[in-house]
């Protein structure tokens, strides 16, 4: 405990007597609170946020695009395609 500092000692002192059962509980129990890098699900709306960079090319762009809808639950190809037009800076090609 008094290796803990800020957040951590705060949410280790909230934890009640007994509770910590064996080091595995609290292992557990503090990669649950503390674990930042969870993989979250993606969705069909993160697609939006995807830009084809400057410099990147509409065939690299549409790579990484394809990458991402295939990790995606749902298919709707409406809005995948709106999403992969709405990724293209205003260009000869995007206003074609």
């Given at each position: ?40 699900p993606l969705r ?53």
């Open positions: 405990m008094g290796t803990f500092i800020g957040t951590t000692l705060q949410w280790f002192s909230g934890i009640s007597d007994g509770q910590i059962t064996s080091f595995s509980y609290f292992s557990r129990m503090f990669r649950e609170q503390f674990l930042v890098h969870k993989v979250k069909l709306y993160d697609l939006f946020s995807m830009k084809q960079r400057l410099g990147e090319s509409l065939k690299d762009y549409l790579n990484k695009f394809c990458a991402i809808t295939v990790r995606l639950q749902t298919h709707n190809e409406d809005m995948m395609i709106s999403a992969f037009e709405q990724g293209i800076p205003a260009r000869p090609f995007s206003d074609s």
